[in-house]
């Protein structure tokens, strides 16, 4: 019993300092849409986002994006049908069909995933 707790003592007392790692977490800012950008349902539209302060880290990652809308100031994210998927952030857009069956409101947004989630403003779907 002695030994065991011997050599675990040992192996804490030897073992070399942890350091803080710092997690790189990036939002890009969506430029479009916009608070007035209007989509009919069925029409292609471009997405797009800032892409002038990429981190290093985060020049090859991959994108989802996904439609939602906002109400009682949270986000409701359809993520069972994405928009987009697997696409390069640093490309800084992506296109995309609004679905035909698309509900039509005025507090829709769509949601960019590389890291870190970025809302739109709101806007229109009709």
């Not at 986002?49 to 906002?70: D, F, Q, R, V």
């Not at 994405?82 to 995309?96: C, D, E, H, R, T």
């Not at 069956?101 to 005025?106: D, E, I, K, L």
Request: with cysteine; proline share 8%.
């Amino acid at each position: 019993m002695f030994s065991i707790f011997s050599a675990f003592l040992l192996a804490f007392a030897t073992a070399a300092p942890v350091h803080p790692v710092e997690l790189l977490a990036w939002s890009p800012t969506i430029l479009c849409p916009t608070q007035f950008t209007i989509w009919p349902r069925g029409s292609t539209q471009t997405v797009t986002w800032a892409t002038n302060n990429i981190p290093e880290e985060k020049l090859n990652s991959t994108g989802l994006l996904l439609m939602g809308y906002m109400e009682n100031d949270s986000e409701n994210l359809d993520i069972k049908n994405p928009l987009a998927v697997n696409f390069p952030i640093i490309s800084g857009q992506v296109s995309i069909t609004v679905p035909e069956n698309a509900t039509v409101r005025g507090n829709a947004i769509v949601v960019l995933f590389g890291d870190s989630g970025n809302a739109s403003p709101e806007f229109a779907i009709i």
